[in-house]
């Protein structure tokens, strides 16, 4: 932690920052494209695209099949942000307990394709991703309008999104929070 006058938009901001959330404060932008990306696929304002192929953690491509008839939970994580390697865990485990019901679609703000890869592995992430800043992945944080990560974004099997919040609503109602979806 550290004390510093930053300058931003004509005026200086003196607080004690950690360099990881000047970092993660900054990055997310870039990463997550909210920088108007190009629409290269012509992809709707309003509507989440899941890519007809996924990775799998070692880089294969896998069709859809595996999330279909699932609720979704699209999450917004990265490797160097530190309150997202501790939801991880967290989320893995909730995932494994309802794996019949529902799957988890990382949608990764790292620098490159390797280096979501190794996040997943270290962390055993049992589950797909987008193509690390493929035009779907960053449409995707456009459309949900990801502010900070870790953001998780329920999505039910007709691809409406249920809720921005899951990852407070896993917080709040633990093993019981897809049933709280399912009702909302």
């Not at 989440?48 to 953690?57: A, D, G, N, Y």
């Amino acid at each position: 932690m550290f004390v510093s006058a930053i300058y931003v938009g004509g005026m200086f901001l003196n607080k004690i920052l950690s360099f990881g959330l000047i970092m993660g404060l900054f990055s997310i932008n870039s990463i997550f494209g909210w920088a108007e990306p190009e629409n290269e696929k012509n992809l709707p304002d309003d509507q989440i695209i899941i890519p007809e192929t996924l990775l799998k953690v070692s880089g294969e491509k896998v069709g859809l099949e595996k999330i279909a008839e699932k609720y979704v939970g699209l999450y917004f994580s990265a490797s160097w942000c530190g309150p997202c390697r501790k939801f991880t865990p967290k989320l893995i485990e909730f995932r494994n307990k309802h794996e019949e019901e529902f799957e988890v679609i990382l949608v990764g703000g790292d620098g490159s394709a390797k280096a979501q890869a190794n996040y997943m592995k270290k962390y055993g992430m049992p589950w797909l991703a987008m193509e690390n800043q493929s035009s779907e992945s960053k449409h995707a944080s456009k459309v949900t309008g990801v502010e900070f990560i870790p953001f998780l974004v329920i999505v039910d099997q007709k691809g409406n999104i249920v809720t921005k919040d899951g990852k407070k609503d896993l917080a709040k109602w633990g093993d019981q929070a897809l049933k709280y979806w399912k009702d909302l």
